[in-house]
């Protein structure tokens, strides 16, 4: 059973930057498509940026140019480095292993979770 643990949320302030860090235990990491997804208070749970066993990456329009996704396989972690952050994007962060590429469907693996915060 592949676990994901994520961590490098917090509070910031409008036009600031997080890192977020993600790392899966068991092998295999760099095989797997890896993602990042969040979730507001009463919205659904989407996509914000994917990356491929490769390293091609795509990213939701609402984040383009702001956050870059990345991965380092020898460390099995993945990162989504968010540069001018908005209040907009207070949410819950998620990530997630194993999703398709071509199908845009999540994996089952997820981890637990980190909270984004932007506010003044």
């Known amino acids: 059973q592949v676990q994901l643990v994520e961590s490098g949320g917090g509070l910031v302030q409008p036009g600031g930057s997080l890192r977020l860090s993600c790392v899966a235990s068991?092998?295999?990491?760099?095989?797997?498509?890896m993602g990042w997804y969040r979730q507001a208070p009463g919205n659904q749970r989407e996509l914000v940026a994917r990356i491929s066993s490769g390293g091609l990456t795509n990213y939701a329009d609402s984040v383009k140019g702001r956050f870059t996704i990345s991965r380092d396989n020898a460390k099995n972690t993945v990162y989504l480095q968010m540069n001018s952050l908005k209040p907009e994007d207070t949410a819950v962060y998620y990530c997630n292993l194993g999703g398709g590429w071509f199908s845009s469907l999540p994996g089952r693996s997820w981890g637990q979770g980190t909270q984004v915060t932007v506010s003044s």
């Open positions: 068991g092998s295999g990491f760099s095989t797997f498509v």
